[in-house]
């Protein structure tokens, strides 16, 4: 194993050592306000550096937010340039994944005339990472304004697709679907191109498997929410990148009812994980997927690669985790409400 290879091993171990306990989520589900949250997360845990000149008494709980998301985008490309074979492609990876749910975001703001909301929310430490012209963008009140703004984007051929419908309204969800299987075509490619034998067998095992729930969980929702016929549930799955067959595909988009899709997808290889992770929301089960997956790479496996981008799920989940704290407390529910929503064993 070269230095570098070890470095990121032993970096990415070190910071997962570090994360918050069982005994830190007892401390912060007894809080009883968002400067309470800070505070402790602020005294007692990794996030003291990056909360460090922050007040708790006067903080907002959306400027927390963008303080911690900020702060998980700088230790994704932290980590990113310990590893010299990928460090590029994972990086664009991480930087794909944010632009495509800002383009998401503001195409949903679209259709509900509110663009105007967007340049408050979006993420301003991102800017000089994106070459999308997020100034301008802001400032396009329809379709066409949006995509001569983004035409020199990789997403241009994707977007100019589309249109709106007769009321004026964009087709959301199957845009999203074409822009996430995008990035995904792009990770993949680059793990197929650039690593070899184990290495590469752990990343496309571990992708395809998030993959794979992630279209076990749109079908839940295009079922249930939108109440889409089979062939269009069909039509919004990026199918080429997961590991479930056709066949199996074909019969959770045909299932009379969500019990029937899970006791479907539970007959694959793949989903057997469902019985194992104590979910309590369907919602639940892709990202409790994730952080198991990711946490057992952590532990056992020896490639850098693989345990860098692992550290970044788990991470990932733990800013889940605090923004379903900062919720459950705004809204004013119970601790145990708020703790089935956390995910950390």
Known sequence: MSVTSYAVLTKARAKFGKRL?????????????VAEIM???????HYSEALRDINERDVHRGRLEALLRQNL???FTSMCRYDSALRTGFSEYVIQSIEVEQIVRFLVLLNSNSTDKFIYQFPAYFMKHTSIEIDKLANTKNFDEFLKVISNSQYYNILKEFSPDEKGYLPISTIENKLIEYVYKNVIELIEKRTRGQEQQELI??????????????????KKYYNLSPDVI????????????PKVIDMMCRAESSAE??????????????????????SDITPRVKYRLARKNMHFSNNPSVVM????FVTEIELMNIISLIEGIR???????IQSMLIYS
């Open 21 to 33: 306990t069982e005994k830190d989520y007892n401390s912060l589900l007894a809080c009883q306000s």
């Open 39 to 45: 505070s402790y997360l602020k005294s007692y845990t």
């Open 73 to 75: 985008f700088y230790e």
């Open 205 to 222: 095992s571990l992708f395809h498997s998030i993959i794979d729930y992630e279209i076990f969980s749109r079908i839940l929702r295009l």
């Open 234 to 245: 069909k039509e919004n799955l990026f199918t080429k990148y997961c590991s479930i067959s």
């Open 261 to 282: 899709v899970f006791s479907i997808m539970q007959s694959t290889h793949t989903g057997t994980l469902i019985n194992k992770i104590g979910y309590v929301f369907a």
């Open 309 to 312: 981008i692992s550290y970044m």
């Open 331 to 337: 809204y004013k529910l119970d601790s145990k409400t």
